[in-house]
Structure formats: C-alpha cells, structure tokens
C-alpha cells in the first residue's frame, strides 16, 4: 500500500496496484485559475504550468485522518469536467479525475502532494497551453505543445506519446470505477459560487 496526503496531512490517499503512465505541465485556464484562487485562500502557490503526473490504480481510497472531516470534492463551477480531491483545512488539491479518463486513471499534481514513495517522472508535453498567457520563454522547446484536445489530429498526436493512450477512454460515460465511488461521496464545494468561510476548515483546527 502506497500513501498520498495533502500539505497538512489531513486527507491520505491510500493507492495499491500504482502503475505511473506519463507526466505533462498543463497551463490549462481552468488550472490556473483553481490554483490562483486557492492560493489567495491561503493555499500552496503553483508555477505558472501545473506538473501532473497521470497514475493507475487499482484501490484508491480516502482516508481523513483529523478529526474534523477535510475532504472535499472541489469544480470550478457545477459544469466542470474535472473533479478535484482538495484538503479544506491547507487549502491544497491532492487529486485530479477528468471525465475523459479511463476508469482506474487519475492525475497527481506531484509538487503539491507529500507522497510515501518516490514519483520519478519527468514531464512529456505540455498540454492546455490555447489560452496560456505568460511567459512563453518559460517553455520548454524539447517537449511537444499541445493547445487543446478539440481537434482529431492532435488529440491522436498526444496519445502517440508513451504511454498516454492509456489514459484517455474512449467510453468516457462507461463503467464506474471506486475512484469515482469515493470522490462522489464527499460533499462537493463550487468555486464559482465563491468558497464561504463555513465550508474551509481553519488551519489551527489541527485533529
């Protein structure tokens, strides 16, 4: 069993059956923006790109491990096609589930996660990069650029890499996986309805 927690140690994800199948930067708008509002929050601060590193498992579970509950299923808005395991308590996000993900697949913001093992993992692409704004001289020219997935063509061009057309479902309304089972019994918090104070837990709150 392999162990994944949030910044304060409050919310563990316990992993089993982990196979690592790639890592990208996404400087996706809805990225940043989640990290930026977090952030004000008082939440970790994030580099311009978010390194994420995509991983299989076969037994994902949430563990709280104060004893005021912490846990969060976090969207930019009701909308959203990104589901994203957050810690109420240090304001930081632990884990990304994307619709379009195979069932057993889910993404690891890796520089915001304290882990029990090592994810040895160097970014492949960058991906989300339509509308990114800052600094292009951030960019690595050696990894391929990728603006967005709405195209055929570079969709197949990002699924070419490694391993990453493990990633992607092409059923993604199919069959259930207990990843989703444990993110959807957590109550759900919307950041386009603005984060009240009610809904975080204060940090000197410590269980």
């Not at 790639?22 to 990290?35: A, D, H, P, Q």
């Not at 957050?86 to 697949?105: G, N, P, Q």
């Not at 207990?178 to 603005?194: A, S, T």
Request: charged share 25%; aromatic share 6%; net charge negative.
């Amino acid at each position: 069993m392999k162990t994944v927690a949030c910044q304060c140690g409050s919310v563990r994800l316990e992993l089993d059956d982990l196979d690592i199948l790639g890592s990208v930067l996404c400087g996706c708008s809805e990225c940043r923006l989640v990290n930026t509002i977090l952030h004000d929050l008082g939440g970790p601060v994030v580099t311009s790109c978010l390194r994420a590193v995509y991983l299989k498992a076969g037994h994902f579970r949430v563990v709280e491990t104060s004893s005021e509950p912490c846990a969060r299923r976090l969207r930019l808005s009701a909308r959203s096609t990104t589901l994203r395991l957050f810690c109420a308590r240090c304001r930081s996000v632990i884990a990304m589930r994307h619709a379009m993900y195979a069932e057993s697949v889910f993404a690891l913001p890796v520089d915001l996660v304290r882990s029990d093992f090592e994810i040895d993992c160097s970014p492949q692409a960058y991906v989300g990069m339509i509308d990114f704004d800052q600094d292009f001289g951030l960019i690595d020219d050696a990894l391929p650029l990728f603006h967005s997935f709405r195209y055929q063509q570079e969709l197949r061009r990002f699924l070419s890499i490694a391993r990453f057309s493990e990633i992607v479902s092409l059923h993604p309304h199919g069959s259930r996986h207990p990843i989703d089972d444990e993110l959807n019994r957590l109550p759900v918090m919307d950041l386009d309805h603005g984060l009240q104070e009610h809904e975080l837990v204060q940090p000197s709150c410590l269980g």
